[in-house]
Nanobody, 127 residues
Framework: QVQLVESGGGLARVGGSLTLTCVDS????????MGWFRQAPGRERDLVAA????????FYSTSAKGRFTISRDDAKMSMYLQMNNLTLEDTATYYC????????????????????WGQGTQVTVSS
């Protein structure tokens, strides 16, 4: 059973960095396409970055491209989001997600493509 747990959120200054970690605490033996989403108060949950099952294919939102890096370490059952050059607009709750149903080796951009979610970790960027 996949159970996702995020960590690494917190308070950062504008221009600073944070690294989020998502661990499959259920210690599933399978790997899945995964993604990072974020949701600010009063706003929809939006994709930040996605990664394919193999890790060879990635996708970034326009706001994340060039600043964030998604990666995974399946041996550690973990996925990461390295966030650099943070801005005030990055303040949100960040969620990791996994897609356990069959896939074609791609990454997935839409939240409805994922069936397993973590509880979220708060990222607050201040000036």
């Amino acid at each position: 059973q996949v159970q996702l747990v995020e960590s690494g959120g917190g308070l950062a200054r504008v221009g600073g960095s944070l690294t989020l970690t998502c661990v499959d605490s259920g210690r599933s033996s399978s790997t899945y396409p995964m993604g990072w989403f974020r949701q600010a108060p009063g706003r929809e949950r939006d994709l930040v970055a996605a990664i394919s099952r193999s890790g060879t294919r990635t996708f970034y939102s326009t706001s994340a491209k060039g600043r964030f890096t998604i990666s995974r370490d399946d041996a550690k059952m973990s996925m990461y989001l390295q966030m650099n050059n943070l801005t005030l607009e990055d303040t949100a709750t960040y969620y990791c997600a996994a897609r356990r149903v069959s896939d074609n080796g791609a990454y997935y951009q839409m939240s409805y493509s994922y069936d397993t979610w973590g509880q979220g970790t708060q990222v607050t960027v201040s000036s």
